[in-house]
C-alpha cells in the first residue's frame, strides 16, 4: 500500500518540488492550501506524470479553529506531513502594522504550531510517522533587515525540536529543514548570491534523502551550518554595527 505525504501550503515553489520528489517515489500526495481549486493543475499533473494518486483540501494557516476539522475530514491520513507555509513580508511595514506582523507570526509559527500539535497527537497514539518542516536560517540570529520573520521561525524551529524531544519515544521522526537563500517567487525581488542560492528542487531532493534516513536537521546547502555558526557567535558590540 503506498504511502501518503500531506503537504500543507501546497502552493509554494518548494512545496511543489516535494509533491514531485515523493510522487517519484511512489507517495499519493494530499495538497492543502488556500483556495485549493487552484491546485487542480497540479494534481492532474502529479497523477499523469507519476501515476499516483492525489487529493486536494482547503487550508488557511491563520484560521486556527479550521485545523482540527481539516485533520479529521481528510480523505485518507497521511504517513508524512510537511509544512511548507512560508511568508516573508515586508519587514519596514511590520514594524509599524501589526496586520502585517501578524501575518507573519501566523504563517511562519502559529499556524505550523496549530496543525502540527493536531498531526502530532495523532502519530504518537499511531506510534508512526514523520512531520516536516520547514524553518529558515533567518530565526538563528535576529537581524534588522528581517527580524520578526526571523524570530517567528526560530519560534518554530524551537516548537519542531520539542516535539522531536517528545515524540522520539513513540517512534515518530520530526525533521527541521533549515534552508539559506532559495530563488522561489517568494525571493524574486532580492538579489542573492549565486554560490549560497540553492533552487526548489534541490531542497526537495535533500528533503527526501533526510526523511529516508531520519535526519532530525536539514542545512540546505550544507555550508549554512557553519556560516550561521559564525553569525550567531559574533560579538554583539560589533554585530549591531553591522547592516546584515
Same mark, same amino acid.
Given at each position: 500500500m503506498p504511502k501518503t505525504l500531506l503537504i500543507l501550503g501546497a502552493k509554494s515553489d518548494i512545496a511543489q518540488a516535494c509533491a514531485h520528489e515523493f510522487a517519484a517515489e511512489g507517495f499519493d500526495i494530499i495538497l492543502a492550501a488556500r483556495n485549493s481549486a487552484d491546485l487542480a493543475a497540479t494534481s492532474s499533473d502529479l497523477e499523469i506524470r507519476h501515476q499516483i494518486k492525489t487529493y486536494t483540501s482547503e487550508f488557511d494557516a491563520a &484560521?486556527? %479553529?479550521s485545523h482540527a476539522a481539516l =485533520?479529521? /475530514?481528510? %480523505?485518507? !491520513?497521511? &504517513? $508524512? $506531513?510537511l509544512y511548507a507555509v512560508g511568508y516573508l513580508?515586508?519587514?519596514n511595514r511590520a514594524q509599524t502594522d501589526w496586520m502585517e506582523t501578524e501575518k507573519l507570526i501566523a504563517a511562519n509559527y502559529s499556524g505550523g504550531v496549530s496543525i502540527l500539535s493536531i498531526v502530532a497527537n495523532e502519530f504518537e497514539k499511531r506510534k508512526l510517522g514523520t512531520i516536516i518542516g520547514i524553518s529558515s536560517v533567518a530565526g538563528e540570529r535576529g537581524r534588522l533587515s528581517n527580524y520578526? =520573520? #526571523?524570530?517567528? +521561525?526560530?519560534g518554530f524551529t524551537t516548537f519542531?525540536? #520539542?516535539?522531536r524531544h *517528545?515524540?522520539?519515544?513513540? /517512534? $515518530? @521522526?520530526?525533521?527541521? $529543514?533549515k534552508p539559506g537563500f532559495v530563488a522561489t517567487k517568494m525571493?524574486? *525581488?532580492? @538579489?542573492?548570491? +549565486?554560490?549560497? @542560492?540553492?533552487n526548489p528542487?534541490?531542497?526537495?531532493? %535533500?528533503?527526501? !534523502?533526510? =526523511? !529516508?534516513?531520519k535526519r532530525h536537521t536539514l542545512y540546505y546547502f550544507p555550508v549554512w551550518r557553519w556560516i550561521m555558526l559564525v553569525i550567531r557567535n559574533f560579538p554583539e558590540a560589533i554585530f549591531v554595527k553591522t547592516k546584515l
Open positions: &484560521d486556527f %479553529a =485533520y479529521s /475530514n481528510l %480523505a485518507v !491520513k497521511p &504517513d $508524512v $506531513v513580508g515586508d519587514q520578526i =520573520y #526571523g524570530s517567528a +521561525k526560530s519542531l525540536a #520539542g516535539l *517528545r515524540l522520539a519515544k513513540s /517512534n $515518530v @521522526t520530526v525533521i527541521t $529543514v525571493t524574486e *525581488r532580492m @538579489t542573492l548570491p +549565486k554560490l549560497l @542560492t540553492s528542487a534541490q531542497i526537495a531532493q %535533500a528533503i527526501f !534523502k533526510a =526523511y !529516508k534516513v
